[in-house]
């Protein structure tokens, strides 16, 4: 028989959570049977590849204090709030079934009054008069010697939270990839109105251990966990850093533009791996050494905040009597960027 293992997560911080499932995959015993489950607080997930001031509206998520959190493996852009459980299975490789999987959640859904059912190869419905309807996606991941298949529950999410930051703002971006689809999707709550995250933690616990037949050895995680375990740490460090966040971003190109006192601005900006690849400032200002002074301040920084606002206060130094106008110039610039 195998041993089983099951990780539950204290911690809402989905830097954590993602760099625990980094850690499982890449670390753990392959033999072992593993149940992970866990829940993010209001938190933007993007694929790999995806371009985040593409996907998200980033103005909404700072004023709205969501977190922005980027997998390592690919698909669309999510939206998890406190309504949505996520579970995490390994397996060894050579004994996994995904129906294994299916199984132990659509047996402990059970309990709750609920019949789901699997569809295609990714989501789990549950039928509606209107047709069903999908209430859990997931992914799979393998190398030679592990299996492993992670997703959602949604048992209360706020589904009408999903537009505000998945659609971005009218920028006329034109960036390489493609944009998330939403599809038909409820809430488990529609049918067990009461369900909560412990009581399916619970229940999927107990599921596991009925499916395998026998007791998993279980261990709490929390941001103090990351002192204890330097390879859950080195995980959380790299999937928290602006560098994997922002910078693991193809090139694209994002023009803006704007009348403000000192005149009307289009910025035109090329972005390749996070950094100001390149820039263009079109304006009838009248300080041209202005626009040439910011140009060559933000070629090659960042681009984010922080680079924006350090350009402007060497500009301030430079021009001391447009002290206001260049406050609002940076104010605005830094709106459209906002990271």
């Not at 593993?34 to 938190?43: A, K």
């Not at 790299?238 to 009307?264: A, I, R």
Request: glycine residues 6%; proline residues 3%.
């Amino acid at each position: 028989m195998s041993k089983l293992k099951i990780f539950l997560s204290e911690s809402l911080n989905p830097h954590l959570n993602l760099a625990t499932e980094e850690w499982i995959f890449h670390n753990l015993d392959p033999s072992m049977q593993v149940l992970f489950l866990w829940r993010n607080d209001n938190t933007v997930v993007i694929g790999r590849n995806q371009n985040p001031w593409s996907e998200c509206n980033l103005a909404k998520m700072k004023e709205d204090q969501v977190h922005l959190a980027r997998r390592t493996t690919g698909g669309g852009a999510v939206f998890h709030d406190l309504g949505n459980t996520n579970f995490t299975f390994l397996s060894p490789k050579e004994s996994y079934k995904r129906e294994n999987n299916i199984q132990i959640i659509l047996n402990a859904l059970k309990e709750f009054g609920i019949q789901g059912e699997a569809s295609g190869r990714n989501d789990l419905l549950i039928p509606f008069h209107d047709g069903p309807r999908k209430f859990s996606g997931s992914a799979y991941r393998e190398k030679k010697d592990r299996a492993f298949h992670h997703g959602t529950l949604l048992l209360h999410a706020d589904l009408t939270r999903l537009g505000n930051y998945l659609t971005p703002n009218p920028k006329k971006l034109q960036a390489k990839g493609k944009e998330s689809v939403r599809a038909r999707v409820a809430n488990l709550n529609e049918i067990a109105a009461d369900i909560k995250h412990d009581q399916i933690v619970t229940s999927m616990v107990k599921s596991f251990e009925n499916f395998y037949g026998g007791k998993a050895e279980t261990e709490f995680l929390n941001m103090q966990s990351l002192q204890q375990n330097q390879e859950l740490n080195s995980q959380f460090e790299n999937l928290s850093s602006w560098d994997w966040l922002y910078g693991n971003t193809l090139e694209f190109n994002q023009k803006m533009d704007e009348y403000l006192s000192l005149g009307f601005f289009d910025f035109h900006f090329k972005v390749d791996e996070g950094n100001i690849a390149d820039l263009q400032i079109f304006s009838d200002c009248l300080y041209p050494h202005l626009i040439e002074a910011l140009t060559i301040a933000l070629r090659g920084k960042p681009y984010k905040g922080d680079s924006i606002r350090q350009a402007f206060i060497e500009l301030k130094e430079q021009f001391p009597d447009l002290q206001s106008s260049l406050q609002e110039l940076m104010i605005w610039l830094c709106s459209q960027i906002e990271v």
